[in-house]
């Protein structure tokens, strides 16, 4: 893929937000604030999705897909994916338990699961320790 100029801003965009979750609105929105090249973004993201350059996530609701950037060369279809629901803190599992979990799943219920797209969800330690703090 060459290079082109919405590509190395789309990336720079991604590389300064790799903490978040952002909706093809929120990427558009900051690439292309009057509107203009829109289209070349939407392309963009599907194939950095291909690439797995980004990962696509699912929303609060079942409707809504999140991108997260997870870097060139990074293989993100080998390990689960933590999410927090408080703060939206998103964790790369690589785990060798995982691998064991997930042979189990396949042999006892016949079910392969898609280590790209599994997302487990909960509270990570940072919010944990101020939900304590809350309530004492």
Known sequence: MYQTK????????????????LSTNDITNAICPDGSGKSTIYRLI??????GILIKLQGEDAKSVLYQY????????SH???K???CGTFVHLDCDHIGKISKHILK???FMLDMK???LYGICS?????KKGETL
């Not at 789309?10 to 937000?17: A, Q, R, V």
């Not at 940072?126 to 101020?130: A, F, N, V």
């Open 6 to 21: 919405q590509k190395q801003l789309l990336l720079d965009f991604l590389k300064n937000n790799t903490q978040k979750q």
């Open 117 to 119: 797209k599994t997302v």
């Open 70 to 77: 997870v870097g060139e060369g990074t293989e993100c279809s």
């Open 84 to 86: 927090c629901s408080e």
């Open 46 to 51: 599907s194939k950095f999705c291909d690439l």
């Open 80 to 82: 689960f994916h933590l």
């Open 108 to 110: 006892e219920h016949n």
């Open 126 to 130: 940072d919010c944990s320790l101020k």
